[in-house]
């Protein structure tokens, strides 16, 4: 068979993409208490003018909890459903896809922000921040997991053509998945099959919910980079039992790193995570998409050729510019000039969307 190509076209259950790239989820901090604000409408306005075959929003918080910034995007009731209309109004006019994410930041919520304590599988000092983290529950387990799959409804009701779970970098349902941050011995702590129980609780009720064809993604985090994270064979095995809950595809990325955040690698000049993505690719039956260091047009096709995934997602190079795929399409650059400085991190905390290399 010959390799697939980065303009071929690639099917996630019943949603057609036209290309193998996509814009890996981004948060913008552009969001009025909770809804979309002119200046996202703008934003992806501009996205889906530049020929990206999977637009994924920014993470949508499924409760108040959960929320990690004053821009961030409420799915935690139905009257952001009309808000997020317009979201995907724009982007379909225009005749792209977007999928909506759903994050609960976990022990990065903003306490001043929600009024409520950061919440996670157990209860924990964040090393880096300073939070106190309070362990939920078994029934707060149980109705977290509701809520999720009420911010999916809301998703699908509001028009995205999928949904998203993000489960790496240390947020709430990546906690749920590492013995670094989830102590628990119950049913779900104490061995990676129970770790994972609380994401397959979530996977199989959007899948009841949304039925057999809307599209279910994950973004996960195959392996901590954490000395006593969890392993790469516990990552993939976890992502086994996702796809018999109905995932249709899976965004490979980290799990939480040694101070339990996400950093960006800063002198990486090719793609990361290649070798954990190519190990699970040999034995994952769903499509994978990389993320990662992705930034010149050579190592995203190498990552389809050499087998080691399907589609290459990231955020950077569309931050610096968003058309950056016509571009690519039309022969006018073969690399992105993001250098990964991440300005564009340090412009959005301050509420300024964009980078900095060309403000």
Known sequence: MDKPDLFDPMQLNTLRLPNRFVRSA???NLGREGMVSDAQLKLYGALSTGEIGLIISGGLYPTQDGKGGHGQLSADSDKAIPSLKKLVDVVHANGARIAGQILHCGFRSKEEETGLQPV?????VDPETGNRVRGLSEEEIILMADAYVHAARRILEAGFDAVQLHAAHGWFLSAFLSPVTNRRDDAWGGSAERRVR?????CRGIRKMAGPDYPLL?????KDYHPQGKSLAEGIAAAQALESDGVDAIE???????????HIRRDAVHPYYLEECRDAHAVLSKPLILVGGMRSLRDMQAVLSDGVADAVSFCRPFIRDPHIVAKFRRGETDASPCISCNGCGERMIEGRFGCAAVA
């Open 252 to 262: 490979v990325s980290e799990g939480i790193e040694e101070k339990w955040g996400h």
């Open 198 to 202: 609380f994401l397959r609780l979530i």
């Open 120 to 124: 996670g599988p157990s209860a924990m």
């Open 218 to 222: 994950i973004k996960l985090g195959l």
């Open 26 to 28: 981004t948060f913008d």
